[in-house]
T-cell receptor
Framework: GAVVSQHPSRVICKSGTSVKIECRSL??????MFWYRQFPKQSLMLMAT?????????EQGVEKDKFLINHASLTLSTLTVTSAHPEDSSFYIC??????????????FGSGTQLSVL | AQKVTQAQTEISVVEKEDVTLDCVYE???????LFWYKQPPSGELVFLIR??????QNEISGRYSWNFQKSTSSFNFTITASQVVDSAVYFC????????????FGTGTRLKVLA
């Protein structure tokens, strides 16, 4: 199964700064990775699908200029929260589909990043 | 529209008790997939099971068992002889053919197993 490494696990930043979160697929090359957001005691909401070599696909209501996604290689996707504000404080978690592409196979999740914006 | 409902927000049981976590889903797809994930305090979601809509056979894996009933659109999860290490948030999720990568998660059930 895939091992997904996500860093950092926790970040605290000042309002107005940008924060980059990395997601790495350690076991195989992933053409597609997924970014989720989870508010406290709530469910996971898909934010966007990160596609290697092309633009990310964002879900309705997610600002693409706010949440920049770069799928730099087949093993790395980054999510940058630009000009972060307190309302962006949340738990962000990335995932990779089994065999590296979008199917109904199980997703493997990173350990998540807790972002706190002061 | 697709929807997953986990009506139980939080459940507390004493160790060794059996506990069932409920999951009810809605979908118009004829082919779909259901999942259960465990989220321990560390945050990482751990895959537990995947079931496709054509396979209604119940499954048992150790202390875990799943009851899939299409007639009631339910996919319930039972832990037998619960242990403290089972304490976590459990999510039920649905994925349909129309959006193969798009998982719809329930709101989760927080299970507390007391020693």
């Amino acid at each position: 199964g895939a091992v997904v490494s996500q860093h950092p696990s926790r970040v605290i930043c000042k309002s107005g700064t940008s924060v980059k979160i990395e997601c790495r697929s350690l076991d195989f090359q992933a053409t597609t990775m997924f970014w989720y957001r989870q508010f406290p005691k709530q469910s996971l909401m898909l934010m966007a699908t990160s596609n290697e070599g092309s633009k990310a696909t964002y879900e309705q209501g997610v600002e693409k200029d706010k949440f920049l996604i770069n799928h730099a290689s087949l093993t790395l996707s980054t999510l940058t929260v630009t000009s972060a504000h307190p309302e962006d404080s949340s738990f962000y978690i990335c995932s990779v589909g089994d065999r590296g592409y979008s199917t109904n196979e199980k997703l493997f999740f990173g350990s998540g990043t807790q972002l706190s914006v002061l | 529209a697709q929807k997953v409902t986990q009506a139980q927000t939080e459940i507390s049981v004493v160790e060794k008790e059996d506990v069932t976590l409920d999951c009810v889903y809605e979908t118009r797809d004829t082919t779909y997939y259901l999942f259960w994930y465990k989220q321990p305090p560390s945050g990482e979601l751990v895959f537990l099971i995947r079931r496709n809509s054509f396979d209604e056979q119940n499954e048992i894996s150790g202390r875990y068992s799943w009851n899939f009933q299409k007639s009631t659109s339910s996919f319930n999860f039972t832990i037998t002889a619960s242990q403290v290490v089972d304490s976590a948030v459990y999510f039920c999720a649905l994925s349909g053919v129309s959006g193969t990568y798009k998982y719809i998660f329930g709101t989760g059930t927080r299970l507390k197993v007391l020693a």
